[in-house]
């Protein structure tokens, strides 16, 4: 399905025509896609954008339990570039077709009501860092929203675990970062001041050199 979303001669790809595509698989197959999209076209201006808000929608619909999918007009009619997209998809379907023989349904309790609740909001707070313009910044949300959507199509309970604990260790990396800023900066700030004058009392000794 992947590959013949991508052979159509439209030069444009509409969400539209994913959810048409996907409707029957569920909430899961849309976040899996749009977010394995984001991944590897993340970095076409505003492409995130497109991508992360109907993610955003999704993971609501997730968090409300809401039975069908629905997604607003202007949405599905959001696009990219198709060819974009045959070009992101051709590197990834041989990893997918790998992760997909490999996955296999367990750990019911990652994939419960409950779990699905969980994990709608938490790729809620992922889409609104996704659709800020960071560069780079897109990639490991996207990636770990793929893993969600991965395992809630598989229902594959150890693909949403490794969702989870990505988000752990993200968190837990940017604790630390915090942390180390919270213990240096009251040492590095002065330093910066002094240094940030510099160029001020080089160009002051310069002009008295010369009688300025």
């Not at 051709?90 to 790998?98: D, E």
């Not at 023989?101 to 779990?115: D, H, N």
Request: proline residues 6%; glycine residues 10%.
């Amino acid at each position: 399905m992947l590959e013949d979303i991508g052979q159509k001669d439209d030069p444009k790809l509409y969400l539209g025509e994913l959810v048409n595509a996907f409707g029957e698989r569920g909430f899961g197959a849309l976040m899996l896609f749009l977010g394995l999209v984001s991944a590897v076209i993340g970095a076409i201006p505003g492409s995130t954008t497109v991508l992360g808000l109907p993610i955003l929608i999704i993971a609501f619909q997730l968090v409300i339990r809401q039975d069908q999918l629905w997604l607003p007009k202007w949405a599905l009619a959001s696009s990219i570039g198709r060819s974009d997209y045959r070009d992101a998809i051709a590197g990834v379907l041989p990893r997918l077709r790998r992760l997909e023989r490999w996955s296999r349904p367990r750990l019911s309790v990652m994939t419960s009501e409950i779990s699905e609740v969980l994990i709608g909001l938490a790729c809620m707070i992922l889409c609104s860092i996704l659709v800020l313009p960071i560069p780079g910044g897109n990639l490991i949300p996207s990636l770990i929203i793929v893993a969600f959507g991965f395992g809630l199509v598989q229902r594959d309970g150890l693909a949403v675990l490794a969702a989870w604990t990505a988000i752990a260790l993200v968190g837990i990396a940017g604790l630390i970062v915090w942390l180390l800023w919270a213990q240096l900066s009251p040492h590095l700030l002065p330093v910066w001041e002094t240094v940030s004058t510099l160029p001020s009392q080089a160009w002051g000794w310069i002009t008295g050199l010369f009688g300025g």
